[in-house]
């Protein structure tokens, strides 16, 4: 199966700083790759998907980009309600895999 | 606009059987797939499996192959994911998802089970 790394596994800024998260494959996945936001509690939602699609109602804040087997997120200006983690999920091969997660703190 | 209401919480001891429901209202239900993901206490997300509600097929981690059966009805839009032989590794939240690409873009809000004697 395809393993995804993710690093760093905490990430600490400030409101209104630039975040910049990576996810590694171990293979290439070509440009198969989702993001997703979860906060305490809740349940994922989608960010990102196609490596640099925005999904529905997400802030333009928010954008992907890579292909192959390395790929970013990055928040541009963190707003408060941007502290969550953050997991990438290949869907390139079955069985699909996550990431470990990325925590975005103050 | 699209839902996804999954059934309550569950108490299960070592052993036995859950099986969660996924109500989807909001869109063609047969147009997409259910992808069914969990996550222990305190830990990251596990893609379980996938569903495909039109031809009933599925795809199915190699981690709960053999144990877990997930199916859906299309004259209800309900999927349903069951998991067998329960142990305390099981207890999680159990999210099904709208999955149409091969992510989920749509999750309902999770089910919680507990596996506990």
């Known amino acids: 199966e395809i393993v995804m790394t993710q690093s760093p596994a905490t990430l600490s800024v400030s409101p209104g700083e630039r975040a910049t998260l990576s996810c590694r494959a171990s293979?290439?996945?070509?440009?198969?790759l989702a993001w997703y936001q979860q906060k305490p509690g809740q349940a994922p939602r989608l960010l990102i998907y196609?490596?640099?699609t925005r999904a529905t109602g997400i802030p333009a804040r928010f954008s992907g980009s890579g292909s192959g087997t390395e790929f970013t997120l990055t928040i541009s200006s963190l707003q408060s309600e941007d502290f969550a983690v953050y997991y990438c999920?290949?869907?390139?091969?079955?069985?699909?895999?996550f990431g470990q997660g990325t925590k975005v703190e103050i | 606009q699209v839902q996804l209401v999954q059934s309550g919480a569950e108490v299960k001891k070592p052993g036995a059987s859950v099986k969660v429901s996924c109500k989807a209202s909001?869109?063609?239900?047969?147009?997409?797939?259910i992808s069914w993901v969990r996550q222990a206490p305190g830990q990251g997300l596990e893609w379980m499996g996938w569903?495909?509600?039109?031809?009933?097929?599925?795809n199915y981690a190699q981690k709960v192959q053999g144990r877990v059966t997930m199916t859906t009805d299309t004259s209800t839009s309900k999927a349903y994911m069951e998991l067998r032989s329960l142990t305390s590794d099981d207890t999680a939240v159990y999210y099904c998802?709208?999955?149409?690409?091969?992510?989920?873009?749509?999750w309902g809000q999770g089910t919680l089970v507990t596996v506990s004697s």
């Open positions: 999920q290949q869907y390139n091969n079955w069985p699909r895999t």
């Open positions: 293979q290439s996945i070509s440009s198969t």
């Open positions: 569903s495909n509600t039109y031809r009933a097929n599925t």
């Open positions: 909001g869109y063609t239900f047969i147009n997409y797939g």
């Open positions: 998802g709208r999955d149409g690409g091969g992510y989920p873009d749509y």
């Open positions: 196609g490596a640099s």
